[in-house]
Antibody, heavy 119, light 111 residues
Framework: EVQLVESGGGLVQPGGSRRLSCAAS????????MNWVRQAPGKGLEWVSY????????YYADSVKGRFTVSRDNAQNSLFLHMNSLRDEDTAVYYC????????????WGQGTMVTVSS | DIVMTQSPDSLAVSLGERATINCKSS????????????LAWYQQKPGQPPKLLIY???TRESGVPARFSGSGSGTDFTLTISRLQAEDVAVYYC????????FGQGTKLEI
């Protein structure tokens, strides 16, 4: 079964850091580009970051640029999001999502992991 | 940045009737070299991640019922659900992937 499973969410203080992970299974992870998308409570979807299959191309939303870093380990079938200098407005469910093809629509999504930034 | 605007914000439709959701982009999503519109539609039910319905503006994802269809080109797009079923109650989002990625604000579909 094709699957993405996020982990690493939790409560973090403003200004703190957190690392999210996304474990992929059921497909050749190294062949697909990946994304992080977040959704604040009761709000819509916000794309956060993109990483190509070989990590050569990386993009970030302006709202997280300079604070978040996306990476991947193709040998471990894993995607990561390193989040620094967290703010209240970063509180959200964070989803990892697979591209159908590079820089296209997202055909597989994980169930999400909740990050709450609060003192 | 490409801004995606959906209308309406919410919609109530009777079972068996047609539902139409619109999406407008701040610039054209039509890539001239391949004549493709870089636009997708997603369905999200409460407590679940989004589910891909349509990509390239009109290509239905595998397993998506035929009552879902996408149309439009350039800056104006439409998602149509031809005969609404109870399980179609959800929030629907359009997404552009022409330049990076951005989503519409969502349309809540109710019966």
């Amino acid at each position: 079964e094709v699957q993405l499973v996020e982990s690493g969410g939790g409560l973090v203080q403003p200004g703190g850091s957190r690392r999210l992970s996304c474990a992929a299974s059921g497909f050749t992870f190294s062949s697909y580009s990946m994304n992080w998308v977040r959704q604040a409570p009761g709000k819509g979807l916000e794309w956060v970051s993109y990483i190509s299959s070989g990590s050569n191309t990386i993009y970030y939303a302006d709202s997280v640029k300079g604070r978040f870093t996306v990476s991947r380990d193709n040998a471990q079938n894993s995607l990561f999001l390193h989040m620094n200098s967290l703010r209240d407005e970063d509180t959200a469910v964070y989803y990892c999502a697979r591209d159908i093809a590079e820089l296209t629509a997202f055909d597989i999504w994980g169930q999400g992991t909740m990050v709450t930034v609060s003192s | 940045d490409i801004v995606m605007t959906q209308s309406p914000d919410s919609l109530a439709v009777s079972l068996g009737e047609r539902a139409t959701i619109n999406c407008k982009s701040s610039q054209s999503l039509l890539f001239s070299s391949n004549n493709r519109n870089y636009l997708a539609w997603y369905q999200q039910k409460p407590g679940q991640p989004p589910k891909l319905l349509i990509y390239w503006a009109s290509t239905r994802e595998s397993g998506v019922p035929a009552r879902f269809s996408g149309s439009g080109s350039g800056t104006d797009f439409t998602l149509t659900i031809s005969r609404l079923q109870a399980e179609d109650v959800a929030v629907y989002y359009c997404q552009q992937y022409y330049r990076m990625c951005s989503f519409g604000q969502g349309t809540k579909l109710e019966i």
